[in-house]
């Protein structure tokens, strides 16, 4: 309804503004014969001209701020300026000519005869038929701003039922004897609000897919998906921007429509995308499919897989659409639970003391931990550095989260970098709650000084949250999830 509400309204504004620039324009608003049958075709291309481009511009900025991209937006606006220009221009002169004057004289209409029912209805059916061209010209700019079919149709067809319901609003109006120059204002304002009222709703009815921000910024908004193929990413200049958000790159993944299907693909992304919690390099897409990237979540809506798939049927091979969690995540406050499982709607507002395993398979876990433990490690782990063994030398040791029981050796020379991204030292690909690029730790003079690379979660050492600290041994290091000891 928001969506149908914007064209309506602007359109709207975009005919008052057309009024009011040629209302004072005696040449193009002559006071006596109503039927401005007497137009020159200057003057014709000229009044049409400006209440197009109007017209236009109103359908150019509803279409801007229905959330698509800055380069799509300024398509839409000067495209709908320059189009709606020449499309009103087209429909007036060609409404009248064609369609209007023939069916005029057809009438025997006499301004200064008393009008009869025929010459009234054949009058109505011309004023309705030449203004709803008009509405057809000015309409179809949309598709062409956007470069789409579906549009150019869906702006045609809006149109024209519009600029047909003013031209018909107008002439009923006639037969009242309202002043000239309100019934001009009337019939702008009706013909161009009619306009954009029908194309919003036939957009809004025929939309095939669509995006709805569920998390993160731009929260609830939705876009429509409409295009061959639809780019979503950082950059404002794709068809989905995603803004405030540093793990989506640029250009992150891609939608290709075709007449059955939508299919994702992720751009190789180091971060990668995800569907419904699995990642994922290409995906066919259905309704209701959660698609995450970094810490944005985007629900996918298809009417034609709404309506011919049922959810518990799996015809693509993928998984069950719900919202990906965490067992990191709490589900009630969101917040990241620490080592004991606790969060900040723990029990008066502080953790309560870690109790013993009680099942049988956490004792299990717990024997199996304690056998490795007294084991010496041969093998290298998850983010060792290459021709270093785990248990020798400066190292992290996880003790609790995702990555527990992990050994990760420290660089000797140079600096250990730790992150989500897979070209980290240390890579926690694993744990959403762990940035990009999230700390490092650097040898200073013999000592190991950690540095927070601006995490959106932070670095802790010993609990409380640091920029940079130099690790003693014992130190316990809080990455995302997980928990580290400092080994030296």
Not at 27 to 51: C, H, K, V
Not at 111 to 131: E, K, M, Q, S
Not at 187 to 198: N, P, R, V, Y
Not at 272 to 289: I, P
Request: aromatic share 6%; proline share 5%; glycine share 12%.
């Amino acid at each position: 309804m928001a969506r149908i509400a914007r064209y309506l309204i602007l359109a709207a504004l975009g005919g008052l503004i057309a009024w009011i620039i040629v209302e004072p324009i005696e040449a193009l608003t002559p006071s006596g014969d109503m039927s401005n049958r007497d137009l020159t075709y200057p003057q014709m291309i000229t009044l049409g001209g400006i209440f197009g481009m109007f017209l236009g511009l109103g359908l150019g900025l509803a279409e801007a701020l229905s959330g698509v991209s800055r380069k799509d937006a300024y398509k839409s606006i000067f495209i709908g300026l320059a189009v709606g220009a020449v499309g009103g221009a087209l429909g007036l002169s060609l409404g009248n000519q064609l369609i209007y004057i023939p069916l005029l004289k057809l009438s025997g209409y006499d301004p200064d005869a008393p009008p009869n029912t025929l010459t009234f209805i054949i009058v109505l059916i011309g004023r309705t038929a030449g203004w709803a061209l008009i509405g057809l010209f000015t309409g179809l700019a949309q598709g062409l701003s956007t470069e789409s079919t579906k549009k150019m149709i869906n702006g045609a067809v809006g149109g024209f039922i519009g600029g047909a319901v003013g031209g018909f609003v107008f002439q009923i109006l006639w037969i009242f004897s309202v002043p000239l120059q309100l019934l001009r204002m009337i019939g702008f304002m009706i013909t161009a609000g009619s306009a954009g009222l029908f194309i919003g709703f036939i957009e809004e009815v025929t939309k095939r897919a669509s995006i709805v921000h569920l998390k993160g910024r731009n929260e609830g908004k939705e876009f429509l998906v409409y295009k061959p193929e639809t780019v979503v990413g950082r950059d404002e200049l794709v068809d989905i921007p995603i803004f405030g958000d540093p793990d989506v790159e640029p250009r992150h993944f891609l939608i290709k429509a075709d007449p059955y299907r939508h299919v994702l693909h992720d751009l190789n992304t180091l971060a990668g995308t995800s569907v419904n919690g699995q990642k994922v390099k290409q995906h066919t897409l259905k309704d209701g499919d959660i698609i995450q990237i970094g810490m944005t979540k985007l629900l996918f809506r298809d009417k034609a897989t709404r309506s011919v798939i049922p959810r518990s049927n799996d015809l693509y091979g993928t998984a069950g659409s719900g919202i990906p969690t965490s067992q990191h995540i709490c589900p009630f406050c969101g917040s990241i639970k620490d080592a004991s499982g606790n969060c900040s709607c723990s029990v008066n507002g502080s953790p309560p003391p870690m109790q013993p395993n009680n099942t049988a398979a956490e004792q299990t876990m717990q024997a199996t931990v304690a056998t490795q433990a007294a084991q010496p490690i041969s093998e290298p782990t998850v983010g060792l550095n290459a021709g270093t063994q785990a248990g020798s030398g400066p190292r992290l040791t996880a003790i609790s989260g995702p990555f527990a029981n992990q050994v990760f050796n420290l660089i000797l020379v140079g600096e250990t970098t730790i992150g989500r991204q897979s070209d980290r030292t240390i890579s926690l690909s694993s744990d959403n709650t762990v940035s990009r690029q999230h700390a490092r730790i650097v040898n200073e003079g013999g000592q190991f000084v950690i540095y927070d690379m601006g995490s959106a979660n932070g670095t802790h050492v010993n609990n409380n949250r640091i920029t940079q600290h130099i690790l003693q041994t014992g130190d316990t290091v809080q990455i995302g999830s997980t928990k580290f000891r400092f080994e030296a």
